[in-house]
């Protein structure tokens, strides 16, 4: 049907950018505190018709997903980034993304947490596919020597995830992060 | 009453030894997994008898709070030790400690939540008391220029009591602990 193809990809990216605009309102509103908006809310704040995001999201829990899942598509995609860089610089970025991400995912963990009973793949499968993504970034720091030997990346992301629950402002934790990027890294005690 | 006094100061010795056998007792009970462990049972362990056990603790709540203020009496007991040691290794075995009463306290914290709201002074009371004694051992390490300068005690607390809510076998959690106590040195990196 090769005449209808046109119109069914202008559809198609027009379907695109609604799902789009409607992640990244849902995303920034999921982020206010104590966040409590409404599926009515985040379809007036996308400029899109309820039957357009009930269309894509059929409920509160699937864009709760949704937002889960393109968070740890972006993580996962910036740890195959930065190759230039050497090999715990590389690291250590890529554990600050992470750890912005799991303070932010709270939100977005809490809420789905609500509508799900925790166990639900959603989940599970995030944490894999982040630690098959760190995995590599982890062995090349080690393997130069630069970052201690004696953890695993499960242990790594255990310790990033537990300073993320830390309940302390933006400046209040950012010298905790950095005195655990720190401990990450082979030193001589100067003293 | 002067011939009263030895009978009374006997009668003491006994209600101590029957209070802090009945603590030992409660203590090991709390920490074994998903302790769930009654009164009576309790009772039968401390080998005292039920009348003995609630006229000391009028309830499991007046248990799980005793035992906890002696959990935070024994920290700030720990700190005022160790003197002669260097600041930094002061410090640090102190944290190694404060880790361990984290951990271990995990229980009787979430068991005393069962049966309290949470904000009951003595969780505050027992923070006050943590930073109180910890502050002195952290600004004397910092001064001899061992210990990093940028966190308060309340952020060193915060960060050790973030890593012993890390759920992994003590085996796992060890390097992650000591990843952590060698992020707070003052150091030069190596490479």
Redesign the interface.
């Known amino acids: 049907m090769p005449v209808s193809q046109p119109v069914s990809s202008t559809k198609r990216a027009d379907a695109e950018r609604n799902r789009g605009k409607i992640l990244t309102v849902a995303r920034a509103a999921f982020a206010e505190p104590e966040a409590d908006v409404s599926m009515a809310e985040i379809s007036r704040r996308a400029g899109v018709g309820m039957a357009t995001l009930y269309r894509n999201f059929p409920g509160r829990r699937e864009l709760l997903e949704a937002l889960f899942v393109a968070e740890v598509d972006a993580i996962c995609t910036a740890a195959a980034e930065g190759g230039e860089q050497m090999p ?1 610089t590389r690291l250590l970025c890529w554990l600050r993304q992470l750890f912005a991400f799991f303070a932010s995912k709270r939100h977005i963990a809490s809420e789905l947490l609500k509508h799900s009973d925790g166990t639900e793949p959603v989940f599970g499968g995030g944490r894999a596919r982040v630690i098959a993504a760190g995995k590599p970034l982890l062995a090349a720091a080690q393997q ?3 970052i ?1 030997d ?2 695993t990346i499960e ?1 790594v992301l ?2 990033i ?3 993320a ?4 402002d933006a400046s ?1 934790v950012e ?2 992060l ?14």
Chains 1, 2 share one sequence.
């Open positions: 715990d130069a020597g630069e201690r004696d953890l242990q255990d310790l995830h537990a300073v629950t830390i309940q302390v209040g010298p905790i950095q005195t655990v990027l720190d401990g990450l890294r082979v030193v001589s005690i100067a003293n």
